[in-house]
């Protein structure tokens, strides 16, 4: 009986030493890094992000690379994310893996918060220099105030070298040139270093006699003014004009060494250049909209009304950053992240050209692994069921026109 608990003992503990270092061993990687958990509805209807272009996808240390794209304020808001009135154009990376250079909205420097128009398109680039070696997966995103983050697609970028020797260098209006990596450490840590030293020395100019019994007992027989000696005063006479006199000092000297400098420049830039979209020849009405649950597509009946002078098809449906497309009107050349891409994800009962004055009504289902992936099917949990997305039309010179759609969703369970 003995050795067969032994023997059941030692199998457990073998099992968990198994289960902990195959536990060590797992490292899941995360493919997203925040935005499926976010409501699917909030996803569809604040921020549309299209046209993204990520110039390099491998990077050595020291060098740049952009993001660029546009996006689209959607005209229909949620009540529960405060209107992007101030906003602040950001990347999603796991801390400064980059460090960003220069971010332009509508070729405007904006490295303060922006006033942005509901309603309107607007360009945007941000370069980033590499600085730490690994594989990280890059986001364009928009910080709103009174709403939080608005996480754009991602896509993995490499960084190659060594972090060592990444610089970042910057020449001031006083004609100095820096390295903003390692500028003023050392000042920093030589006076953080001084004043804890000084603290540390007035502790230790006590601590030398006994500390606490005796002293409480020379309190309470009423002998307290014998615990602090004339020396003693002194002292502390000493630490504090000492103290008075070192700041008084090095405040004198650091302002002898810089003597020019400014405040922190802050505030909200206003007035951000949009993009003038071309007129609208082609409007889309939503007839309805289902998903089904569980499933990972969705269906649209819309009546499309061509007002142009060119026959149009339908090439793209974008929402939430998930793009799908119909391969025969509409090819992704950008490198777009594969799991956002869902290139044959778009099909139209009818995908002929829609010729001038035209009006027809077709099914468009949109499908793909990424609707559920990205938990755009979640949308059964939030308040509120209505999707918002972006279609592309183009006629038959190629020329793209972009038509934003708005409808409930309703789903359907099988
Ligand atoms: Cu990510």
């Known amino acids: 009986m003995k050795i067969l608990k032994d023997k059941v003992a030692k199998l457990s503990f073998v099992a968990l030493l198994i289960t902990v270092t195959a536990a060590m061993f797992y490292v899941p990687t995360a493919s997203a890094h925040g935005e499926k958990s976010q409501a699917a509805f909030m996803r569809m209807r604040t921020i549309h992000w299209f046209d993204l272009n990520w110039s390099k996808e491998e990077v050595p240390v020291n060098d740049t690379m952009t993001i660029s794209g546009k996006f689209y304020v959607f005209q229909g808001w949620p009540e529960t994310v405060d209107k992007p009135e101030v906003s602040f154009l950001n990347v999603g990376i796991p801390g400064p893996v980059f460090i960003r250079v220069g971010s332009w909205v509508g070729g405007q420097l904006v490295p303060r918060s922006i006033s942005l128009e509901l309603g309107e398109t607007y360009e945007f680039k941000v370069l980033l220099k590499a600085r730490r070696p690994g594989d990280w997966h890059v986001h364009a995103m928009m910080n709103v105030q009174g709403g939080g983050p608005i996480i754009g697609p991602g896509k993995w970028v490499t960084i190659t070298g060594s972090m060592a020797s990444f610089v970042n260098p910057i020449t001031t209006l006083t004609g100095e040139t820096l390295d903003l990596e390692t500028y003023n450490l050392g000042n920093t840590y030589f006076w953080h270093g001084l004043w804890y030293s000084i603290g540390l020395l007035w502790l230790v100019y006590w601590a030398r006699k006994p500390m606490f019994v005796p002293r409480s007992i020379a309190v309470e027989a009423g002998k307290a003014d014998s615990l602090i000696s004339a020396t003693d005063k002194k002292v502390a006479m000493g630490f504090a004009a000492g103290t008075i006199a070192i700041i008084a000092f090095s405040m004198a000297s650091t302002n002898e060494k810089f003597p020019i400098t400014t405040p922190l420049q802050a505030g909200l830039l206003r007035g951000m250049k949009t993009i003038e979209m071309p007129a609208k020849t082609v409007s889309v009405k939503i007839e309805d909209a289902t998903y089904r649950v569980p499933g990972r597509a969705m269906q649209m009946t819309m ?77 059964i949990y939030d308040p509120d069921s209505r999707f918002a997305g972006l279609l592309f039309f183009y006629d038959e010179a190629g020329n793209r026109q972009m038509v934003t759609v708005d409808a409930p969703l309703i789903p359907s369970f099988i």
């Open 303 to 379: 009546t499309i009304t061509n007002n142009g002078d060119s026959g149009v098809r339908l090439g793209e449906f974008n929402t939430a950053g998930v793009r799908f497309l119909d391969p025969e009107v509409s090819v992704d050349e950008s490198g777009y992240p594969d799991d956002l891409l869902a290139e044959e994800g778009l099909t139209v009962s009818d995908n002929s050209p829609i010729a001038p004055g035209q009006s027809r009504t077709v099914q468009v289902t949109a499908s793909d692994a990424a609707w559920e992936v990205y938990r755009l099917a979640d949308l």
